[in-house]
């Protein structure tokens, strides 16, 4: 949680964990952020200015067209001049939205953002309709791209000119330059792929994909993007890599940061982009995969161990956050031996033994746990 102690309110209305707790609470994420507001009190304005941001944009499909723009606009002023219940009171009076400071600072950031996102789809989609049959980076270069479509039923390799690797799925499709020459190393995919970039934090690589840009600086992935499905995934296995939708109002400071700007993913993370909701859901990749070096693989073999410090060495192993009470699973030991299984049924053997239960949120394991009866 220390990561949003610089945090500003655009910051946090962009963030995908601060989004799911504002619109989806649990018992365990409220704990999260109520611990961390205590220790951070000055950021308390920011937290709710933040959250009364989400609460009015639930962000939607930016599919609008000219007309639709005025709609938006009026939508939007509709939304941030509602009534506010004054909290405290049996009886129920009514106060205008605008005469308290902070909602005016959040009804005015939420209407900057919703109207830029609305006329940003419209430009985008001009220039689409101008230029049938084409896909340009954000940066307007038009140089020409080689293109390599895999009509076999066989993955096929590819080579970069800066010693990146490509492995494109059958059925898939990429476009790139034969040299990269500009700020940044841009190629274009349709399908599956499986990328190994070679390191070059001075030219970042990005790849755009059925509305999605992943953004990385040197690492490993898999990107599933395919024409008909209303889905885009990514899937780290080494390192890290951003990714941010084209409908991103700041999608231009994303690409043309050095810096990894966006939902940021590490190894056994993967990102699921909704396209028709625009809606990101960080979690974790199907079968997680130990990131340590095979020295450093642990033995998995417990005896009498208390379940905190079981947990702390499976997060180590698979490079992962577990979040637990380490007051409740102190006293909580375990005797076992888990060295053939995966990480769910790891958890799932540890969980059963502690009497606790496990949920994956944004990308971290999270235990749920009333402490052990004996």
Same mark, same amino acid.
């Given at each position: ?39 951070? !009190? ?8 933040? =959250?009364? @941001? ?19 606009? +009026? ?49 985008? =989609? ?5 230029? !049938? ?14 293109? +390599? ?20 799925? !059958? +059925? %898939? ?53 395919? %024409? ?7 899937? &780290? =296995? ?19 940061? =050095?810096?990894?700007? %966006?939902? &940021? ?13 625009? +809606? ?16 450093? @693989? ?19 192993a698979y490079g992962i956050d577990i979040l637990y009470d380490e007051a409740l699973l102190k006293d909580c030991p375990l005797t076992a031996r888990l060295d053939n299984q995966t990480l769910h049924d790891k958890l799932n053997i540890i969980c059963k033994a502690v009497e606790s239960s496990y949920e994956i949120v944004d990308g ?11």
């Amino acid at each position: 949680m220390d990561r949003y102690n610089d945090f500003s309110v655009e910051d946090f209305v962009w963030d995908d964990f601060f989004r799911q707790w504002t619109l989806s609470p649990t018992p365990e994420t409220d704990a999260l952020w109520d611990d961390w507001i205590d220790a951070n !009190p000055d950021m308390l304005e920011k937290v709710e200015q933040a =959250k009364a @941001i989400v609460l009015s944009l639930r962000l939607h499909e930016p599919d609008i067209d000219d007309v639709e723009i005025n709609q938006v606009v +009026k939508q939007t002023v509709g939304r941030i001049t509602e009534t506010y219940e004054e909290p405290g009171r049996t009886s129920r009076r009514l106060v205008p939205v605008f005469s308290i400071p902070w909602m005016q600072f959040a009804a005015s950031v939420a209407f900057i953002v919703l109207l830029g996102w609305a006329v940003y789809s419209v430009t985008m =989609k001009r220039e689409e309709k101008s230029r !049938p049959g084409q896909q340009h980076s954000i940066t307007g270069h038009s140089d020409a791209l080689t293109e +390599k479509i895999n009509s076999t039923s066989q993955t096929i390799e590819l080579a970069l000119a800066d010693g990146s690797k490509i492995s494109l799925a !059958p +059925k %898939g499709r990429i476009r790139y330059p034969e040299r990269f020459d500009g700020e940044r190393r841009e190629v274009f995919l349709e399908g599956e792929a499986f990328f190994d970039i070679a390191k070059d934090p001075g030219h970042p690589f990005l790849v755009y994909a059925n509305g999605l840009v992943t953004k990385v600086l040197g690492t490993s992935f898999r990107i599933k993007a395919y %024409g008909d499905s209303r889905e885009v995934t990514v899937e &780290v =296995k080494t390192g890290k890599v951003a990714v941010f939708a084209q409908s991103d109002p700041h999608l231009n400071e994303k690409v043309a940061d =050095k810096h990894l700007q %966006g939902v &940021v993913l590490t190894p056994n993370q993967k990102i699921i982009y909704a396209r028709n909701e625009v +809606k990101m859901v960080k979690t974790l990749v199907e079968k997680p995969e130990m990131v340590v070096s095979k020295a450093e @693989i642990p033995q998995f073999e417990f005896e009498d161990t208390p379940a905190s410090d079981v947990f702390n060495t499976i997060a180590r192993a698979y490079g992962i956050d577990i979040l637990y009470d380490e007051a409740l699973l102190k006293d909580c030991p375990l005797t076992a031996r888990l060295d053939n299984q995966t990480l769910h049924d790891k958890l799932n053997i540890i969980c059963k033994a502690v009497e606790s239960s496990y949920e994956i949120v944004d990308g971290q394991v999270v235990i749920h746990s009333k402490g052990c009866r004996n």
